[in-house]
């Protein structure tokens, strides 16, 4: 596209000013990028008859067409079963096997082909390619490895891995046995592992030795000895810790292996050599993995994925919205610890018979013209990052991607709303102009995409998701469950009205919460087995212009979303509150540049401590501790008292405006209204003397600001 037709497509014009909104906001409007014609030209979605044969009318024998993208051992009877709302079960008669679909079924065309790239952090190392006979030989070797274990259909599995070949080969072995695989993020604490461990009664925890990070060779086998003795002090204890190493044959930890615990597994596959296991086949509605996410209270919620309505969900999403081709080099920079890293690095993918690269590092290690390096010379044509990556390489390297002769012929975003400007940037000069954005709106509870336009129908719109994904019927309700016109200017909370194949199945162990956190607040009637009176709540506030397209502003809940990564303020502030001195503490986002959000902690002391007892050290121990080094404050504020109601709730609004230089706004109803400029004065001035500057907040940063923690 010419620099004129994107300089007219991206002139902004003023929306109409909105009254009475519900929560108020009114932003520019922005310009539509079309899809350039050559990307059309090829698009696994381009004729729009695919929009009429996933209209409602059609629901829910619509996702028929993602369903048939697998290879099914007996074919489903049932569609979608709603006899038990809103525990909807898909694809029920159905059986399958996650494990052959992503490899054993390629291997007839695609033998020789590399199904992942693995690039090693040092620049120097050598990439690892690992065709997909190569791929079947690692997973049917380990995933005998398990079964000499012990492993069977319907264990858990915890893995504590990082971004190595390793990790996808573990997951697929254990779905090759229908044992169900609960990977923890690598840069979570052992102490958070422990946790999950123990609430998913897991027996097996497997890990690596060492992985580098940032030009570092990390020990991570420390963390697998403290997650034992975590999940020890809940109850759980683990029989056996697989210990997978960096360097096989070389142990690149500090801490010892326990004597009839730790085993290394490249001495277990020793004895496997060559070993086949056949995959078991699986009823669609078996639970595939539990992936961990934060909500409202301290406890993480785990997260059950389906096997044949999740692995149908990501290979339809990942074909149409991604446009992958099985001849494309793609590559997806998010971390497999994350849901995004098992739908859209693993999973999709691979199902999909495609080339994936994986990349152990930092985007920026060495520099920031890592990652184009990377994509020059492997030929990557589809990308896929998140906002806070693309924020980062564009303050540290904005002309590097000039330098390097890649060409991207798709991108996604993921995680946060993207600025309108980072995105003009990613535009032209990530995409050089060629590329089309796909930006992606989903959670680690829906699996897969839920508002997101078909990169070959829709043009691209900054800042938005976009509309709703193909068999998706999203809907803004109010909080009384009355629908929010389009085009209103109004925001309210973001829902899907239907079921779909990726949504999540429940939360393990706690069903109830499943249906009280995603399904209560708009449920009519709870016996009601007719999916329309269930739309799923997902926790996000939006709003939707007059030409369909969804803007997402943020989480309604207690959550933060720093640098794309969900942090339930209760699991901090209940970590803070771990230390001895601390009386009350209150976690509160605030906007950063390139992180989106990060989290500063007010703390209250307990009477007779003071401040210089180190208390603020004790805090960022604990929580590194408990969650791990990416939930550190940013700053951690010692208050004389917590505005506080007079009922006693601390009034996280207003810390979170002082934090961000923004308005307090009302504090008459305040039981100590006279704290708020002792806290203003101590902190801002501290802010001030850190060098950190008022910045002016766009209407939808000031928004969450000004209402935070109020949804309780
Ligand atoms: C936010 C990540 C705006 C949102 C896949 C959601 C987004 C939460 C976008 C889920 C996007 C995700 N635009 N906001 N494209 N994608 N979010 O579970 O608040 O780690 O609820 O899943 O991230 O985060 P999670």
């Keep these: 596209m010419s620099e004129d037709v994107q300089g007219q497509a991206a002139e902004a014009s003023e ?18 990028y079309p899809p350039p014609p050559k990307f059309i030209g090829q698009a696994n979605a381009s004729d729009p008859a695919i929009l009429d044969r996933f209209a409602e009318a059609n629901f829910p024998e619509c996702f028929r067409e993602y369903a048939d993208l697998l290879e099914w051992d007996e074919y489903w009877h049932t569609t979608l079963d709603t006899s038990n709302p809103p525990f909807w079960k898909w694809f029920v008669g159905g059986k399958l096997n996650a494990s052959y679909n992503c490899v054993d079924r390629h291997l007839a065309r695609d033998r020789n082909k590399a199904a992942l790239i693995w690039v090693p952090e040092p620049e120097d190392a050598a990439d690892a390619v690992i065709t997909y006979q190569e791929l079947y030989r690692r997973v049917n070797e380990f995933a005998a490895v398990l079964q000499d274990l012990g492993v069977q259909a319907g264990d858990r599995v915890t893995l504590h891995m990082p971004m190595v070949p390793e990790l996808p080969v573990t997951m697929l072995a254990c779905a090759r046995l229908g044992a169900i695989h609960s990977q923890v993020f690598a840069g979570f604490s052992g102490g958070a592992c422990g946790h999950r461990i123990a609430d998913s009664d897991s027996k ?19 963390k697998a000895d403290e997650a034992v003795e975590a999940a020890r002090k809940e109850g759980q204890e683990v029989e056996k810790v697989l210990v997978w190493r960096r360097f096989p044959g070389q142990y690149s930890a500090k801490t010892p292996m326990v004597e009839g615990r730790d085993v290394f597994v490249d001495e277990l596959l020793a004895d496997h050599k060559g070993a086949v296991v056949e995959p078991v086949s699986m009823p669609a509605e078996a639970p595939l993995f539990l992936m961990y996410t934060s909500g409202t209270t301290g406890r993480p919620k785990g997260c059950q994925h389906s096997t044949g309505g999740y692995l149908s969900y990501v290979t339809g999403t990942s074909k149409f919205y991604q446009d992958i081709h099985p001849e494309d080099t793609y590559w997806c920079m998010a971390d497999i610890g994350w849901i995004t890293g098992h739908s859209y690095i693993v999973y999709g993918p691979l199902s999909l018979g495609t080339t994936s690269v994986v990349y152990e590092g930092t985007p920026n290690y060495p520099d920031a013209g890592r990652p184009w390096r ?42 946060e709303p993207i600025e309108p400007e980072v995105y003009r940037w990613y535009y032209k000069f990530v995409g050089k102009g060629e590329a089309i954005i796909t930006d992606t709106w989903w959670q680690t509870e829906t699996g897969g995409f839920l508002g997101t336009g078909l990169p070959g129908l829709y043009a691209m719109k900054p800042g938005s998701c976009g509309p709703a994904a193909l068999g998706i019927y999203l809907a803004i309700l109010d909080e009384n469950g009355d629908p929010i016109p389009k085009g209103s200017g109004k925001a309210g909370n973001i829902v899907a009205r239907n079921p779909w194949p990726g ?39 939006a709003v939707q212009s007059e030409d369909g397209y969804f803007r997402i502003l943020g989480r309604v809940d207690d959550v933060i979303n720093v640098a794309g990564h969900r942090l339930g303020t209760k699991e901090l502030e209940s970590s803070a509150l771990s230390v001895e001195e601390v009386a009350e503490a209150a976690a509160v ?21 003071s401040a210089d007892s180190g208390v603020e050290a004790k805090v960022k121990t604990a929580i590194e501790t408990d969650i791990g080094k990416i939930a550190r404050p940013k700053n951690i504020w010692i208050v004389p008292d917590m505005p506080k109601t007079r009922s006693g709730k601390i009034m996280r609004r207003v810390i979170a405006s002082v934090s961000n230089f923004a308005d307090v706004g009302d504090i008459t109803t305040l039981a100590n209204p006279e704290v708020v400029d002792k806290i203003r004065d101590r902190v801002q001035s501290a802010k001030r003397a850190q060098g950190e500057e008022p910045r002016e907040l766009s209407e939808t940063e000031a928004h969450e600001i000004k209402t935070y923690g109020e949804q309780e």
């Design 503 to 541: 949504i999540f199945q429940t939360i393990w162990g706690q069903p109830e919460r499943f249906v009280s956190t995603y399904f209560a607040k708009y449920n009519k009637d709870k016996d009601s087995t007719d999916w329309h009176d269930w739309p799923y709540f997902a926790g996000d506030g």
């Design 15 to 32: 929306s109409s000013e909105s009254s009475e909104a519900t929560i108020a906001v009114h932003w520019r409007e922005e310009g539509y």
């Design 204 to 222: 097996l925890l497997i890990t690596m030795d060492a992985y580098y990070r940032s030009g570092d060779l990390l020990d991570h086998k420390v």
């Design 589 to 609: 986002p605030v906007v950063d540049d390139v992180r989106g959000r990060v989290v500063e902690m007010y703390i209250a002391l307990k009477p007779g401590y």
């Design 374 to 415: 990377i994509a020059e010379r492997l030929g990557v044509n589809i990308f896929h990052t998140s906002p806070t990556a693309i924020r980062m390489l564009r303050k540290v390297g904005p002309d590097e991607p000039a330098k390097y002769d890649f060409h991207f012929k798709a991108m996604t975003t993921v995680g």
